[in-house]
């Protein structure tokens, strides 16, 4: 059977040469179906799943420090599946927009062993956030089930290969090394997501395996992430699933001063905002507000 070609549809090509993702005339295109059965199983409720995000590190922006000890990492994890979770984001190397230091695949391994199998054996999905393809491979191994790679295939050359390889779905999140507010930050995207799609398409990627994210405050300008949440809708062109992870982002106090542990209202208005977008899964440090929100929303919209 010829494998589906991964790419914008013809008709939305064609807008781009002014707006890289111009509304079009006709609906945005329907997400492929998804292949694997996990994320069959994620994007197939009547409401956007809740990925629940657990950080062992020393350093994440939001709660960096709180869980790198095993134990505290595993209570958390349990918190957040009786929360409602739907699928659990483990990342061992903070990835914050804002000054975060890099380390080794070594030391990703290392804070990860200690609990990705416990974690795992809870009975939810777990995600790996690493853009290295080693600590993939060694998390894939250990049961999670979907890579979370902030550079979406465009920093480890062998990531592509590697998750075509194994058949694992794929969150593909649009990044920049630097900002830049002089940007059309919507064609940025666009590109970057074209991008990443022909790469994957040249690793043998089946559509039905990837999950587009804008990238909420990386690389960006508080004023483009606001941009991006409001012209999500425009990147259903590309007919893939959508996350968002505006979580405790600064740039909801650049609307309204605080710190990222008061940013539970702007987080939630956010992912309302997403999910009336298009999102089909929610990525938040705040599991049991942010499915209590997600549901009630979905309740009033089937009321109409």
């Known amino acids: 059977m ?8 013809s008709h939305a090509r064609t807008a781009q040469s002014d ?3 111009a509304t079009t005339s006709r609906p945005a295109p329907a997400a492929a179906p998804a292949d694997h059965p996990v994320l069959r199983g994620l994007l197939s409720r009547p409401y956007p799943a809740v990925m629940g995000v ?3 590190t020393p350093d994440s922006f939001s709660d960096g420090g709180r869980f790198i000890a095993p134990e505290r990492a595993l209570a958390q994890a349990r918190r957040m599946v009786a929360e409602g979770a739907d699928i659990i984001d483990i990342g061992a190397e903070s990835t914050r927009p804002y000054g975060a230091q890099p380390v080794s695949a070594d030391e990703e391994l290392n804070r990860l062993q200690p609990i990705l199998a416990d974690v795992v054996s809870l009975g939810v999905p777990v995600s790996i956030d690493s853009m290295k393809s080693a600590v993939v491979a060694w998390a894939l191994d250990a049961g999670a089930a979907i890579a979370n790679d902030i550079w979406g295939l465009q920093r480890d050359p062998d990531m592509a290969r590697l ?3 194994r058949n694992s779905p794929v969150i ?7 900002v830049d507010a002089d940007i059309d930050i919507m064609k940025d995207i666009a590109a970057f997501f074209t991008r990443s ?7 043998g990627f089946s559509p039905g ?4 994210d804008p990238g909420i405050g990386f690389g960006k300008t508080p004023e483009q992430s606001l941009t991006a949440l409001a012209r999500l809708n425009e990147l259903r062109v590309f007919g893939l699933p959508l996350l968002v992870g505006a979580s405790r982002k600064r740039f909801i106090s650049s609307v309204v001063p605080s710190e990222p542990h008061q940013r539970l209202g702007g987080s939630i208005a956010a992912h309302l905002v997403a999910a009336k977008g298009g999102a089909r899964i929610i990525r938040t440090h705040d599991v049991s507000e942010t499915v209590q929100a997600l549901r009630v929303a979905a309740a009033i919209e089937d009321r109409r």
Not at 2 to 9: F, I, N, S, T
Not at 197 to 203: F, M, P, S, T
Not at 209 to 212: D, E, F, K, T
Request: no cysteine; proline share 0%; net charge positive.
């Open 19 to 21: 707006r890289m993702i």
């Open 209 to 212: 395996n990837i999950v587009l």
């Open 54 to 56: 657990l950080n062992v």
């Open 163 to 165: 998750l075509a390889a």
């Open 172 to 178: 593909v999140m649009h990044n920049r090394d630097r």
């Open 197 to 203: 799609l022909e790469i994957a398409d040249k690793a």
């Open 2 to 9: 010829r494998r589906r070609a991964l790419h914008l549809d």
